[in-house]
């Protein structure tokens, strides 16, 4: 028998299914000694996905050990994994309460999304046994889970007075850093993560390391750090987007480059960093930075900061034409009529639709210009510099209502404008 365990783990590591499901069965006794592979064997099985054999296993095992709540832990999860919670309720109920049934009640019923069940059953356990540390964890654990992460540092830091800086092979300094972290201490923060090795940190929480470098000026180490997540995973995002905003920030523009390409050669599909690579391309002249912007807004035409930065470098550059044919600006005009696209979404701005209008404007499109000037006069009558050009526009086409209605609106906001004071077009306002 002592034998029959070890042989169902060396077979499910090979990969023998079939027979592990067929000798499941002959396992009818367990000795106390064969706990610990009891459990190793159980944990391969629920991997494997072999749940139902898992849970046969269990129930032999807790009914020679009922006071083996480890079992009963894993058996419980067994049916969390399987969708049947009343089921692993049921289990639970078989018991009297104590410190560890009720900690495999408050996992349970976390796992169900009823964290305030989950709070009541880690309470009752501190009553049982309140200097007990696995409690106190298990508390910190759930602030954690629920994003109360004050109250959660409290808890674990009884638990670091203590001398216990691991736990269920948790870093208790690591849950520290990162609660600190999210309520913006970085300061103490960055105490806490230089308590922990690099090499034992996730990627999540290296990235967030580097932002608490960013955040206290220590540039050098937290791009040290970024750079060597993505020596092993080139394509992460959140890395490559954080580097990339370090070196612009540093205004080492060639590096920030460098690192936006090195993250599209992986990710062709991030708009994000295509707009912000395309952005400082277009700051040094550079033409490579329109084909950029167009990638972007083929993935995503609705991108509102990549519409915006395409537009003002059309009209900047004065290709006004190529502006409206490649937003399809006349089609914004129906019966005469501008139709704004945008319904509730904002999907183009009002200050890109005013620059359609100046283009078309320019290019003496009044079928164009004037309908869409007519429909912002509605929604940027208190922007001064959209007044006097949506003035000047209505002087060029002799619409004088229009001027005096837009003056008066002007008046409003400064009596002292000098559309006002000089007062051109012989109006009393």
Not at 404 to 415: E, G, I, V
């Amino acid at each position: 028998m002592e034998n029959k365990i070890d042989t169902l783990i060396d077979k499910l590591f090979l990969g023998e299914i079939d027979y592990v499901k067929t000798q499941i069965e002959t396992i009818d006794t367990i000795n106390e000694e064969e706990l610990d592979q009891l459990v190793v064997l159980c944990d391969q099985l629920i991997n494997a996905g072999l749940i139902l054999e898992a849970q046969v296993i269990l129930n032999k095992a807790i009914e020679l050990f009922p006071n083996e709540l480890d079992l009963t832990a894993m058996l419980v999860d067994t049916h969390i994994v399987d969708g049947k919670f009343d089921e692993a309720i049921h289990i639970l109920n078989d018991y009297e309460p104590s410190p560890e049934s009720l900690l495999i009640e408050a996992d349970l019923y976390q796992q169900m999304n009823m964290p305030e069940v989950s709070f009541d059953k880690v309470e009752k356990a501190m009553e049982l046994a309140p200097k007990e540390p696995v409690i106190h964890f298990a508390k910190a654990e759930l602030l954690y889970s629920e994003g109360l992460f004050n109250e959660a540092n409290r808890y674990y830091e009884q638990l670091i007075n203590i001398n216990m800086d691991y736990i269920n092979d948790v870093n208790v300094n690591e849950r520290i850093a990162d609660c600190e972290y999210m309520v913006g201490d970085f300061e103490s923060s960055f105490k806490y993560f230089n308590k922990i090795d690099n090499d034992d940190l996730d990627q999540s929480l290296l990235i967030k390391k580097a932002v608490v470098f960013n955040k206290l000026e220590l540039k050098e180490e937290a791009i040290q750090i970024l750079e060597s997540i993505l020596n092993d995973y080139p394509e992460q995002t959140q890395a490559s987007e954080l580097l990339f905003d370090i070196y612009e920030n540093e205004h080492d523009d060639q590096e920030a480059i460098k690192v936006g390409y090195e993250h599209i050669k992986y990710n062709d599909y991030n708009v994000e960093m295509k707009y912000k690579v395309s952005r400082l391309l277009l700051n040094q002249k550079n033409s490579e930075g329109i084909k950029l912007l167009k990638d972007a807004l083929a993935i995503e035409p609705d991108y509102l900061k990549a519409q915006e930065l395409l537009v003002e470098y059309l009209y900047d550059h004065e290709e006004y034409e190529e502006l409206l044919s490649y937003f399809n600006v006349s089609n914004l005009i129906q019966n005469g009529q501008f139709i704004d696209t945008n319904d509730d979404n904002q999907l183009i701005s009002n200050e890109v639709y005013w620059i359609f209008a100046k283009a078309a404007q320019l290019l003496e499109k009044d079928q164009i210009a004037q309908p869409i000037f007519e429909y912002l006069i509605s929604v940027l009558n208190d922007n001064e510099s959209f007044l006097e050009d949506y003035i000047d526009y209505m002087r060029e086409i002799a619409q004088t209502d229009n001027v005096q209605k837009a003056k008066n609106m002007l008046s409003k906001l400064n009596p002292n404008h000098p559309f006002i004071v000089n007062d051109e077009d012989d109006f009393n306002v």
